[in-house]
């Protein structure tokens, strides 16, 4: 059985990882293909050392662009090196232009697609994400979902129920793994930070950042969070970018509360996404990985594609609003800390239960 696993972007390496090793170690021939839509050491080289991910099979070196550039990239590159290595099964996660995009090309050569995360639905149509992930799991043969609400999402769009299997986040698998050898890393000394002493934000959503206006109201949302505690701030590219577009930086880094770094790698935001007392995001991953590890999230959002993490999870959604987050921050901080209980199959066995799935349903096998 021959699988070729595709990476892309940044929120993709920690999802692939463990399936990667799981065929390994079962056996399976796996290849893994990079598209590098990211392409900086912080964005991906760094993953896939922390992550044990092997150098990949492929690199496509498609980089940045508008959407279209991007995808169409993505596809004329990835198709001769589909058609070079002949795989069984292309798998795919996530939802980022690299996802829908090497699904397509797969689809179209007859070369069954799994798509890990599949079924999660903001139902707003204006994230590129959101169509990724619809598109995406029209084309898929196998999919695999994180939360119950992805089987609702999937059974209301007609997807036929023997493709669906319901398995549980691999990106848990990847954060129960990691978690001890983050813990040992000593980030907070170097930062000079104390324990549940800061709040920790990662922001980089075109909705937040790329328009002056919203990026002004982030600007101020995390001024205020300054006089509450100490905000550590890892700057996505994009956001950086923006906040010197608009003049944004200087503000920001005026208060000595707020700390600008650069994209930590994944151990070290690990490490700092579990002690913080407080993380505010605008992510899809990070609102799961907070419920996992038990530590109030504030996301940015009008809606989310996790609807679990609302309902077990420490996960709440607050609009652009500076008095709005300050009264949330607050309360949070002199309540008592909720006990919040973990979604059903979050137990870092996801990559298992996936894998199990191909050899049962015979993938590589004359019958598939
Ligand atoms: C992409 C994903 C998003 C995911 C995010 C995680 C899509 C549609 N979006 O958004 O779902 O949450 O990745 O980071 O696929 N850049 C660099 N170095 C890099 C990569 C990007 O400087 O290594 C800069 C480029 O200027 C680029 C910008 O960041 O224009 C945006 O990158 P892009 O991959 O287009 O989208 P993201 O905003 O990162």
Partial sequence: MRILSVVGARPNFMKVAPIHEELLRRGVEARLVHTGQHYDRQMSDVFFRQLGLPEPDAYLGVGSGSHAQQTARVMTEFEPVLLDMAPDLVLTVGDVNSTLACSLVANKLGTPVAHVEAGLRSFDRRMPEEINRILTDQLADFLFVTEESGLVNLRAEGIDEGKVHFVGNVMIDTLVRL??????????????????????????????????????????????????????????????????????????TRSSAITLLE??????????????????????????????????????????????????????????????????????????????????????????????????????????
């Avoid at 905000?231 to 003049?247: D, E, I, L």
């Avoid at 913080?276 to 989310?304: H, K, M, W, Y």
Wanted: some cysteine.
């Fill in 179 to 252: 978690q001890p050898e983050a813990a040992k890393l000593g980030v907070l000394q170097d930062f000079g930070l104390d324990e549940r002493g800061f709040a920790l934000a990662t922001l980089h959503r075109p909705s937040n950042v790329d328009s002056l206006e919203n990026a002004t109201a982030l600007a101020k949302i995390l001024d205020e969070l300054s006089g509450h505690l100490q905000v550590v701030f890892p700057m996505h590219p994009r956001t950086r970018a923006s906040f010197q577009r608009f003049g944004l930086l200087e503000k920001i």
């Fill in 263 to 368: 994209p930590l790698g994944y151990l070290e935001f690990l490490a700092l996404m579990r002690s913080a007392a407080i993380v505010i995001t605008d992510s899809g991953g990070i609102q799961e990985e907070t419920t996992f590890l038990g530590v109030p999230c504030l996301t940015l959002r009008e809606n989310t594609e996790r609807p679990i993490t609302l309902e077990l999870g420490t996960n709440e959604l607050l609009p652009l609003d500076a008095a709005a987050v300050s009264a949330r921050v607050r309360a949070i901080l002199a309540g008592p800390r909720r006990d919040p209980s973990r979604p059903p199959l979050w137990d870092g066995r996801a990559a298992e239960r996936i894998v199990e799935v191909f050899f049962t349903g015979g993938v590589g096998s004359e019958a598939a």
